[in-house]
């Protein structure tokens, strides 16, 4: 069990990856920090379900579900409460300005003084939720929790893409998404575990337990040594960046990806504004990515199976324990899928991976809708049999955007970022995220009340709009190195109208001989 929490995921990968090879925590911690994150949030969605905390903080719910209410509630509408999707969702608020504040101390005191604030933020929140009496103490910790989520979503991403050889980019930041399955995972057995005690008090076990992660995350990042980008950025240390690439490498030639960091530093230094900064004509592709990838992840519906699948199980006639099991198995699911992405995104691309999952869940979310408007009406309970085909089409679903949209979602954006509109670019990716996600958890319950069946056609028609998206627009980024990432706008058939040819030929003039400069004057010195 404790190998499953803190093993090695990348055994494949060659050892010099390991910043420290005599101390493997650094490659632990770079694949492990964001379970507290999920953890925390899957844990307050699991709990929603349990009636003991419905009973105590949204006796409304309660008794609508157990029909004890208007004799005429609808089987859509049972979980429909304005205060129950504001616990939900105020955590999003939070993170969305947290991570925008996020990005200026990540650029000015590094990677790691972000992600240290984040998981110190999150171990005070799960203590208002383990020791909550009220609705309030619940909001402050949904608060607390959105702006410790906020810090390391936008910090972490972040470091493993500047951390990780070209090659081996894809697959080491896809073990972000995996360890979000994972802590999904361990939060819904958790939730499944903790139903069953006597006396009603296990939801406080489910929402303070993300303190162990949250801890684990804190005192790990300590010892996180920093990026070598930032350590150029910071105050021109290229001796120490070049010691930190060798020993990341496990190479001594290194010389090239060096003159590329420090070209890439000397224009970051000369911005003074990123977020303007990005609005320029030559960033239109990755600003256009960076708001559109994060908006159509969210699109999916994947929130609504990853914060709502018990409620919603619950609503299509499992009970308590057989719905909190369900989502456990949805997450196996995705766990399963998280591995294969890792194991074939550097290989396959990132265009196929979304397509290829895209098309999944369109079918996926197509289907559900139509089974669910044959079989499940407004009254009446649905035959488990199909309650139980729900659950596999679901696993179907999670698997397809589990090795596509979830990881590269993070991947994406990052990598095509120079590194002059890195953190800012990031920053923009989150915000969107935690914007859509506050929108549709919001909204997902009343839509569920009032479109019933369509709210799963209203996602699949998304799906389709993203599919076309990525096929028309994304070009292809595998295994190239991110500082030489502009080429693939210039040979792109629509970017390259936008960038304009002679605007990025003369760019890459300017960078070139910033580049030969900087590197005369690190060999002189």
């Known amino acids: 069990m404790d190998h499953g929490w803190m093993g090695l995921p990348f055994p494949s990968l060659p050892c010099a990856f390991n910043t420290y090879p005599t101390h493997p925590l650094p490659v632990l911690l770079r694949t492990r920090m964001h379970d507290c994150s999920v953890f925390t949030t899957t844990c307050t969605g699991g709990v929603t379900s349990m009636e003991s905390f419905l009973k105590k903080f949204f006796p409304d719910v309660y008794h609508q579900m157990h029909g004890d209410k208007a004799a005429a509630v609808s089987n859509y509408c049972r979980f429909d409460s304005e205060l129950l999707t504001v616990f939900t969702s105020s955590l999003y608020v939070a993170g969305l300005v947290a991570t925008l504040f996020a990005s200026s101390v990540t650029t000015r005191y590094g990677r790691r003084a972000s992600i240290l604030i984040g998981g110190s933020v999150f171990i005070a929140g799960s203590a208002f939720g383990g020791a909550a009496v009220n609705v309030y103490m619940l909001l402050v910790n949904r608060i607390l929790l959105g702006i410790g989520l906020g810090f390391t979503n936008q910090s972490i991403p972040l470091y493993l893409s500047e951390m990780a050889p070209p090659q081996y980019r894809g697959a080491i930041n896809n073990g972000f998404e995996l360890c979000i399955s994972i802590g999904i995972l361990i939060a819904n057995v958790i939730n499944y575990g903790v139903q069953k005690i006597e006396g009603g008090w296990g939801w406080r076990i489910s929402l303070s337990m993300a303190a162990v992660p949250a801890a684990f995350l804190t005192i790990g990042a300590i010892f996180l040594p920093e990026t070598p980008s930032f350590l150029i950025q910071r105050d021109g240390n290229v001796d120490e960046a070049k010691m930190m690439l060798q020993r990341l490498r496990g190479t001594t030639g290194v010389q090239k990806e060096l003159d590329d960091l420090v070209t890439a530093s000397n224009i970051s230094r000369a911005i003074k504004n990123p977020y303007r900064n990005i609005l320029k004509k030559k960033y239109r592709p990755q600003l256009v990515i960076a708001l559109l990838i994060p908006f159509f992840n969210q699109v999916t519906g994947i929130n609504v199976i990853n914060f709502y699948a018990p409620v919603m199980f619950r609503t299509i006639g499992l009970g308590e324990s057989a719905a909190l099991m369900s989502a456990v198995v949805t997450r196996l699911c995705a766990t399963v899928a998280n591995i294969v992405a890792m194991v074939v995104v ?85 915000a969107v995220i935690f914007l859509m996600t506050f929108v549709i958890g919001q909204t997902f319950l009343n839509m569920l009340c009032h479109l019933k069946f369509g709210t799963f056609f209203l996602f699949g028609g998304w799906v389709c709009v993203m599919t076309l998206f990525v096929f028309f627009f994304l070009p292809e980024t595998k295994q190239l190195p991110m500082e030489q990432m502009e080429q693939v706008w210039r040979r792109h058939w629509f970017w390259k109208r936008i960038v304009g040819e002679g605007e990025e030929e003369a760019d890459q003039a300017q960078t070139g001989a910033g580049a030969i400069a900087m590197s005369a004057a690190a060999h002189s010195s």
């Open 346 to 430: 550097d290989k396959f691309g990132r265009r196929k991976l979304l397509l290829v999952g895209g098309v999944q869940m369109i079918l996926s979310q197509f289907t559900v809708g139509a089974i669910l408007a044959v079989k499940f009406k407004d009254h009446g309970v649905m035959d488990k049999e199909y309650g139980y085909l729900v659950l596999v089409i679901m696993c179907v679903f999670v698997a397809g955007f589990a090795w596509s949209w979830g990881p590269l979602t993070y991947l994406v954006p990052t990598e095509i970022c120079p590194l002059e509109i890195r953190s800012a670019g990031q920053s923009v990716v989150i």
